[in-house]
C-alpha cells in the first residue's frame, strides 16, 4: 500500500476519509490467522512483502495472493508451479506466470530507473538468472540480460564488456567451478553479487563448489547470496541501484 499517495488522494478530495480509514484498518499487517501479511513492509523498507510459494497449502497461497493484490495493487512470489498459477490466476485474472524464473506475479505500470547487468555461465544458469532479472524489474529497474558468457569461452565475455560496465550494479550467476563472479569483478568498477547455482556433475556438490569458488574470490568488490538464490540478488542489486539513481 502506497500511504503517501493514498493521503494525497485524501487531500486533493479524490478519496474520503471512510474510504482512507477503510484502507488502513489492516496496517501494519492483516492477520489471517495461518498468515500476518506485512502490507507496511513497503512504507518501511521501500518493498512490499514476497510470497515464497513453494510448499504452501493451495488454500492459504490462494487467499494470501487475493489480500495482497487488493490491499497493495502488486504481488511478486517466487518458487511457484504452475498449478499454483492456475489456482491463484482462477482467484486473480490478473496474475501472470514465467514457468522458466517460475515467478508468479501481479504487477502494475512503473517507470523503471538505471540499471543492472545479469549475466550467466551457461544457459543451465538462466532460471535463477531470470529470477534475479525479474525480481530487479519488478522492483523498478531497468535489466540488461547477458547470458552464455562463461569463462570456458572468455571472448564471449569480453565482447560484452561495454554492456556489463554501464550498469550500476553486475549480477553473476553460475555453477560448475563458480568463476564467473571473479573474472567480471576483475572488469568492472561497480558492484558484483555472486549467485553460485547447483549446475554441475557430482563434484559440484549441488552448488557448495562455486559457492566456496565465490567466497573465496581474489577479486574485490563481490559480495555473494545463496545457491541459486536469483531472488536474494534481483533485491540487493534493486538495493545497489536505487542508490545510484538518487
Known amino acids: 500500500m502506497d500511504v503517501r ?27 489471517l490467522g495461518y498468515a500476518k501479511l506485512d502490507h507496511h513492509r513497503s512504507l518501511r523498507s521501500g518493498f512490499g512483502e514476497t510470497v515464497f510459494c513453494q510448499g504452501k497449502p493451495d488454500e492459504y497461497l490462494v487467499k494470501i ?9 502488486r504481488v511478486l512470489g ?30 502494475i505500470e512503473q ?23 525479474q525480481t530487479a524489474e519488478f522492483f523498478g529497474c531497468n535489466v540488461e540480460r547477458i547470458y552464455d558468457v ?23 550467476v553460475a555453477g560448475m567451478e ?18 553460485p547455482t547447483s549446475v554441475g556433475y557430482g563434484a559440484s556438490f549441488h552448488g557448495l563448489s562455486a559457492l566456496l569458488t565465490m567466497i573465496n574470490s581474489c577479486a574485490n568488490g563481490i559480495s555473494v547470496v545463496n545457491i541459486d538464490n536469483g531472488y536474494g540478488a534481483g533485491y540487493i542489486a534493486t538495493q545497489i541501484n536505487r542508490l545510484a539513481v538518487r
Do not use: F
Not at 499517495?5 to 492477520?31: C, F, H, N, T, W
Not at 489456482?87 to 506475479?105: E, G, H, N, T, W
Not at 564467473?180 to 558492484?191: A, F, H, Q, R, Y
Open 178 to 195: 563458480g568463476a564467473l563472479g571473479t573474472v567480471i569483478g576483475g572488469l568492472v568498477e561497480n558492484p558484483v553479487i555472486a549467485v
Open 78 to 107: 517466487t518458487r511457484a508451479s504452475w498449478e499454483q498459477y492456475e489456482m491463484v490466476k482462477a482467484a486473480v485474472p490478473q496474475a501472470v506466470y514465467d514457468p522458466i524464473s517460475r515467478i508468479l506475479k501481479v504487477e
Open 5 to 31: 499517495q493514498m493521503l494525497k488522494e485524501v487531500q486533493e478530495g479524490k478519496l474520503s476519509i471512510e474510504e482512507a480509514e477503510g484502507r488502513l484498518k489492516d496496517l501494519p499487517y492483516e492477520d
Open 111 to 133: 517507470i523503471k530507473t538505471g540499471l543492472v547487468a545479469v549475466c550467466t555461465g551457461g544457459t543451465a544458469d538462466i532460471p535463477v538468472a531470470e529470477e534475479a532479472a
Open 150 to 172: 562463461g569463462v570456458a569461452g572468455i571472448h564471449r565475455l569480453l565482447s560484452q564488456r561495454e554492456r556489463i560496465v554501464k550498469a550500476n550494479c553486475v549480477v553473476a
Open 65 to 73: 495472493y487475493r489480500s495482497l493484490a487488493e490491499q497493495d495493487g
